[in-house]
């Protein structure tokens, strides 16, 4: 049974917080992973155009 007494309210707050941050680290970490991946890969894609477009010595 929930208790959702006034008394409890803090004490569940900080139990939902601790949860959601338990639950979303994954899921940031991963997002923030993929955009580096995708920033490195830009870099990457354009230094390859700017070798291709150099002219030879």
Do not use: V
Not at 10 to 24: F, H, N, P, V
Not at 25 to 35: A, D, S
């Amino acid at each position: 049974m929930l208790d959702f007494r006034s008394d409890r309210i803090y004490e569940l707050q900080q139990q939902g917080y601790s949860d959601t941050e338990r639950c979303l680290k994954p899921i940031i970490q991963t997002l923030i992973t993929t955009k580096n991946q995708r920033l490195t890969h830009d870099a990457l894609a354009n230094s390859t155009q700017s070798l291709l477009e150099d002219l030879p010595l």
